[in-house]
């Protein structure tokens, strides 16, 4: 039995969930999973749902639920969870936050479709890699033609469908204004538990301050370098005897992991905007 | 404003939500906080439910709930969350679980009344702590005695209208009677991660045995030993260097924390019993 | 400059850490890194440390050191870390082990020979992992047939000269003989937080059982099954909300690690056996 | 039997364990605990023995180490470990960590005398707490009498032969002058994961920015804030949830751990000072 999921925002107030479940059940619907966090602060109100349909009318549930969307002023999205994804891949030199998202995508725990995986890197760099099928696109960047091979970037976006570009340890900087066209739909994993240590060499950086604990952070993209809204962070203990080589190796764990999580968990539509901040409704 | 807690769990079928919201928006309800499940594998569903009621009318509202309720067969509770819950603590010769529950309460982290502190040692045992006009009562065990020494902690019980036992290292244990009585109300931390060595000197079972980390359960207490539904576990890393006594010591901390966390989600309406299992709405 | 390891233990008595850098300071030593462990229940010591030889002479410090051990009554090891380790990987149907501990291989996280892939199944079940060279040998295992194909296993083993055999989700029993003759140079990784759930299926025992959080264990194989000496552990939080699929899926994860950092930790001879326990000098 | 500790750190050289441990075997020492640190970095070595001596011959020991650690250009301590430490606790309003550390205190998980309980809040803001015994010395801030309340503060850690100042929640910046008074022997809990949020009010910091971690972070003190070298840390998951209170509350639970683990450490000898950075031999 298809399963769908729904995810809204809107201004707080009564009867929200009230009027949603109404129309869930004028369509046969049976809600398997909800969640809903009010944001007191800013009287804003989120609410993920997943659920069927006896009757299997999507389009209708669609055509009647828009209308009370646009009364209780809503940012929405409801989908087919049968339909994969379209997820495109950026790597650099390092992969093994790739080769982590290609496993876990092989074994269908990311549930998604690849449109590509690019990097600024040759296809040789991956040779030990099965790409089993996926298109691999070399985008180099050559000085002085950053906006060519982004150009070239967006339009391959913007070709296969892509809904969500992951840069899995995709070492340059985006512009602003692709980052601008990104928003929402961009999602990065930094090598630090961020805010700390941003920019260049962040396990250098620990090293040199002395941490007693390393990160990583997903986070969307912006165009405000690492400050963007972040989606998940972990940590793993490190100590004196540590080099900033054992922090690079130690922190590729935390970085695979934290990826990972962010990934299944936008596939799965857990991950709604609030502002610069996000609402993650784990599993 | 108050806020009501409504907790429900029922064999699952279509419209629950929908007709629960329904009763709440009649009498003015906003839902603040909302988590549900759907145990599949029975098909029975769960709900927590926080809300407040414009109109104040919560004994209008469980009238009308009444009866729905029914027609849906629910095991269900509401109340009024700012109606403070009322918890018995027993404990024995270590005190660092009942010392650190007195604590949360005094900065108002676990909001409830303490009927009383219960101990088969003497009040002396706890001199260096401060009970702050919590009645302290001492049931001590002499041989051949146990009944006798259950039967006055049980009226106790009811004479102070206690609906949580809290076993702080309490190191009797209860009849089969006495856990009959307190079936669902009673709490237990144990100084092992469970199911793995149960019975007496848990953590000398795991030097013995060699484990790299240790653990604590906080479970309800059933008659059938250290076989109850667990509410919440916890473990620490430890080592070849450690002794029995130093994981003792490592115990202490993470039993205080798997406890106060136990407590604070059931003080919290958070804690639903499924079978033998629980089902924990953490915040 | 070459980098040499020794690790030894023996009766605790005085003199011995000084006898030992007094051999190394006589052949030009510098100690790199030195952990110890007083067993003072059983009154053992054991000892790791890493060094340099000004003079290279290192088969001159093993002729010295010999007689010495001998005084000592040490069990004792002595080798050149720029020589790899050589491994044996098994596998079965479930490749998340076997392509992690590849992975980590191949980026030198793991520095060693890999003297072949074992499987009870044929290639193709990994056809989308590059073993980059490394013989793969499939060994069925026909009903009635399982000492012929153990035959072929220890065979193999020899004829490799395969130092460590490690059992990455091999989901066949060991026969004691087989067992016995790789006492203390067999690492399998069990999914679960052994003790508990042992034998078949855990994450459905634990999910039946209700616990809160799941584990896997990488032990020493020995004829007794789940009771061989524990090398590393961890676990990971779950809830009511997760099936059985989904503690395998969190299971995947908390296997490679544990798998991995024990592997890590032999490499770097890290790990002492102290009768059925460990003694592990962690990084 | 006496039990000593030894730490020192010099320039790397060979010879020097072979060195220590030869006074020791002089002395009939007998090694139970030794770790060592090569910072290759700054070819620093360091080093933590705890030893008995057969004859019970410190002083004499002692004569014989100075000598050889002048050679060897050490910073070194060695030290009866039977002789508790004399800590001075500093408090403010939030007494948390002060009622933590003097629990652990009276259960002898902290071994050492408390010198005084010292607050610029009256004694009755910690009515609950039994100081049994300990002096409490109220010392207000007035406005512009800074200098005066450090110059009684001062007289008072002399007078007492404290040897170590514990910030535990003290909510007042030392002077430069007096923070350089106090270079290696004060410890400060900062609540929040250092060196992010930085300055006044961190969870509210950390809440608008959404991490998903918290931490604390045990430091020494230094004039330049926050800034002095970090002694030990730790984080815990929080989500969007969770209001600024809640992180207070639940970085609560962070702070008593990690001022916990640094003082333990610190009574037990496991802490050296390499520049801006510490050395921590953990147990």
């Not at 030199?93 to 080769?99: E, I, R, V, Y």
């Not at 790409?131 to 091979?149: C, E, N, T």
């Not at 900033?244 to 991950?271: K, Y």
Request: charged share 25%; aromatic share 8%; hydrophobic share 40%.
């Amino acid at each position: 039995m298809p399963e769908y999921a729904l995810t809204l925002s809107c201004p707080d107030r009564r009867g929200i969930v009230n009027a949603v479940t109404g129309v869930l059940l004028r369509h046969g619907g049976n809600i398997l999973e909800a969640q809903q966090f009010d944001d007191v602060e800013n009287s804003r109100f989120f609410l993920r749902c997943v659920f069927t349909l006896a009757d299997g009318g999507f389009d209708a549930f669609r055509d009647e639920f828009g209308p009370l969307a646009r009364d209780f002023g809503m940012d929405w999205t409801a989908r087919d969870r049968g339909v994969p994804r379209r997820v495109m891949l950026l790597a650099s030199k390092f992969d093994h936050c790739l080769a982590d998202v290609l496993y876990r995508w092989r074994t269908g725990e990311l549930h998604m479709d690849v449109t590509a995986v690019v990097s600024n890197h040759p296809r040789e760099t991956y040779r030990h890699l099965d790409f089993d099928g996926i298109p691999f696109v070399h985008l180099p960047l050559a000085r002085g033609q950053k906006a060519a091979q982004e150009a070239a970037l967006w339009s391959r976006i913007e070709a296969t469908g892509t809904e969500l570009v992951v840069l899995a340890r995709y070492m340059q900087i985006l512009s602003d204004d692709l980052a601008g066209k990104l928003a929402g739909r961009c999602i990065n994993i930094h090598h630090s538990f961020l805010p700390s240590f941003k920019g260049a060499r962040p396990y250098h950086q620990a090293h040199a301050r002395g941490v007693k604990l390393i990160g990583a952070t997903a986070h969307f993209v912006t165009a405000d370098l690492d400050e963007g809204p972040i989606i998940e962070q972990d940590t793993q203990r490190v100590g004196h005897q540590h080099t900033p080589d054992d922090l690079v190796r130690i922190g590729r764990d935390i970085e695979r992991q934290v990826l990972a999580r962010a990934l299944r968990n936008w596939l799965d539509d857990r991950i709604l905007l609030n502002g610069h901040r996000t609402v993650v409704f784990t599993a």
